[in-house]
């Protein structure tokens, strides 16, 4: 069973960085795809970056040439590198391992399915927080 734990998150000023960290059993994304996630109060958990066991990346829009999504398999951990900070980036960010749904015959999926909330595998963690302030 996959189990994560998430660190890094703090309050900074606007335009400033953080680097969140993922850890635990399954952070290889050698099967799936690992990601994160944030949630902000009163709205809905979203993805924001992910990364495939070909090392490729997808992002959503709104943090794209801000946030970088990285692996070190040899420590089982995922990094999130945030820069650029803004106060819509405020949320609880989590990490997840996600399995997106796949082609019958050939296996191929979808990169962007990997940033659904609803693919993650496993219960959700404790988080992150992260503040960003004006």
């Known amino acids: 069973q996959v189990q994560l734990v998430e660190s890094g998150g703090d309050s900074v000023q606007s335009g400033g960085s953080l680097k969140l960290s993922c850890a635990g059993s399954?952070?290889?994304?050698?099967?799936?795809?690992v990601g994160w996630f944030r949630q902000a109060p009163g709205m809905s958990r979203e993805g924001v970056a992910a990364v495939d066991s070909d090392g490729s990346t997808t992002y959503d829009d709104s943090v794209k040439g801000r946030f970088t999504i990285s692996l070190d398999n040899s420590k089982n951990t995922m990094y999130l590198q945030m820069k650029n900070l803004k106060p819509e980036d405020t949320a609880m960010y989590y990490c997840?391992?996600?399995?997106?749904?796949?082609?019958?015959?050939?296996?191929?999926?979808?990169?962007?399915?990997?940033?659904?909330?609803?693919?993650?595998?496993?219960?959700w963690g404790q988080g992150t927080q992260v503040t960003v302030s004006s």
């Open positions: 997840a391992a996600v399995e997106p749904p796949r082609a019958y015959y050939s296996g191929r999926y979808y990169l962007p399915d990997c940033l659904k909330p609803s693919n993650a595998l496993g219960a």
């Open positions: 399954g952070i290889t994304a050698s099967t799936y795809c």
